[in-house]
């Protein structure tokens, strides 16, 4: 066992391991999600009490992905059943469902390529939402840029742990953080900005109903990127000693930090009424095109998008690349083309749903949007539940309290309340987050 530790790669410290798991938290929802239901919810109000869901269901999540990675140090498949016998089938349904993400995630990822370049040299045009619907329902265009950030992934993975994913972290989060900031400074010397950050912090109550509070479960679920296997395998590379806990906090600090900033960068530019794609890749550009060296500023904001894009990607390519390289026996290098190879396969189809087969539908919607709906209505939730379930119920209590306790930073007066959260209150928050899904599916069919 211990030979077989030291050729398993690792993060060489603490830092690496909280930049490399903030890079997989911190993805497209903190910047174009975020805001939006914080405008819509009450500003302040909204916050506090996504804090309250971040503290009760985000962060006892987050722990334990890390503690189930951290203690066997394996796979996801083999990560459970290692812990309990007959359990990798979580494992594996975390894989697919990770894989099933990357294909239409690579898709938009590509397009922040796209528009980082065509915003630097100031060849968007002024109909921001003619030039968004030309490319992304063109044929090669978009598979292009795709198939380029796919690559870009596959070589930070060949390069393995140190010398790829923590490098590119160690690059990656510093520059994002920068750019974010200087976003964020220039938002708010504009004459919007002061009023902006009132927006945001101000609690209007009178806009908290009970979607507030499900949209913010929603936000503190997805936003950590648990369910999927990507934090598991990156707690299995943390270092003997690793303070869990304290990993944890950083990260989902860190997460939290980045979509406050992008909400004030969002309010002052005056679009926090705008969502997700149309928010990002319409309202962004025209907003920008409208300031002093504006094409400059889009650059930086799509550059940021690409980079939270990348960072979340690389921790879903690893994931299941490391099936291959534990479980199936296979050298990095061919692990990861067998997985490179399969997202340009799942991303082409995604990509091309969009437009030449756009009247391909299944339940109504092209592969595009079955891919997104399928992945964050039906299977994160459903391994959320079903993580928290096995780490509060199914690990055997002594193991689990020294794996938290002896190395995982948390005291012994503190391993009940994360305990009582993972067996009690994750797996009811999680599965109001499902149910509610289901039926705001059902209901839109």
């Known amino acids: 066992m211990a030979q077989e530790k030291t050729k398993r790669g690792g993060f060489g410290g603490k830092i690496a391991a909280i930049l490399a798991a903030a890079g997989s938290a911190i993805g497209l929802g903190n910047i174009w999600r975020f805001p939006y239901i914080t405008s819509e919810n009450g500003g302040g109000a909204f916050i506090l009490i996504y804090l309250g869901c971040i503290l009760f269901l985000g962060l006892p999540l987050l722990i334990a ?7 066997s140090k394996c796979n996801p498949i083999d990560a459970f059943s290692k812990i309990r016998r007959g359990w990798g089938w979580l494992g594996a349904l975390g894989l697919v469902s990770v894989f099933l993400i990357m294909g239409y995630y690579f898709v938009i990822s590509g397009w922040t390529l796209n528009y980082t370049i065509a915003s630097a040299t100031n060849s968007i045009g002024g109909n921001f939402g003619q030039f968004f619907t030309d490319f992304t329902t063109a044929t090669w265009k978009p598979l292009i840029f795709t198939y380029l950030f796919i690559i870009a992934n596959h070589f930070i993975i060949i390069g393995g742990v140190q010398g790829g994913i ?22 708010l010397w504009l004459p919007e900005g002061r009023e902006a950050l009132a927006n945001v912090f101000t609690p209007d109550f009178s806009k908290v ?15 950590l990127s648990v369910g999927m296997g990507a934090m598991l395998i990156y707690g299995s590379y943390f ?22 900033t992008a909400a004030i960068i969002i309010f002052s530019a005056g679009v926090e009424n705008e969502s997700g794609m149309q ?43 490391s ?51 399928f992945t964050a209505i039906v299977m994160l939730p459903l391994l959320g539940i079903l993580t928290s379930v096995f780490v509060g119920w199914l690990w055997k209590k002594e193991d689990m309290k020294a794996e938290l306790t002896a190395e995982g930073g948390i005291d012994k007066a503190t391993y009940p309340v994360i305990r009582f959260l993972l067996r009690y209150v994750c797996p009811v928050l999680v599965s109001i987050v499902f149910i509610f899904g289901i039926i705001d599916f059902v209901q839109n069919l």
Request: glycine share 8%; charged share 15%; proline share 2%.
């Open 65 to 71: 992905e890390f503690s189930v990675g951290h203690n």
């Open 166 to 187: 923590e490098k590119a972290s160690k690059i990656m989060m510093p520059l994002l953080f920068v750019i974010l900031v200087i976003l964020a400074v220039y938002s």
């Open 209 to 223: 109903t009970g979607k507030t509070f499900l949209d913010a479960m929603g936000q503190a679920f997805f936003t």
């Open 239 to 260: 270092k003997d000693g690793t303070k869990l806990a304290g990993t944890a906090i950083s990260v989902v600090s860190l997460d939290t930090v980045v979509a406050l």
């Open 279 to 321: 928010l990002a890749f319409v309202a962004m550009p025209k907003v920008f095109a409208a300031m002093p060296a504006g094409n400059i500023w889009a650059a930086l904001f799509f550059l940021l998008l690409g980079l939270a894009a990348l960072s979340s990607t690389i921790s879903m390519h690893e994931a299941v690349t």
């Open 323 to 373: 099936y291959f390289v534990e479980k199936r026996g296979m050298s990095r290098n061919k692990g990861a083309w067998i997985v490179t190879i399969g997202a340009l396969m799942l991303s082409t189809v995604a990509s091309l749903s969009l437009g030449d087969w756009s009247d391909i539908k299944l339940l109504g919607m092209n592969f595009f949007a079955l891919l997104d709906n």
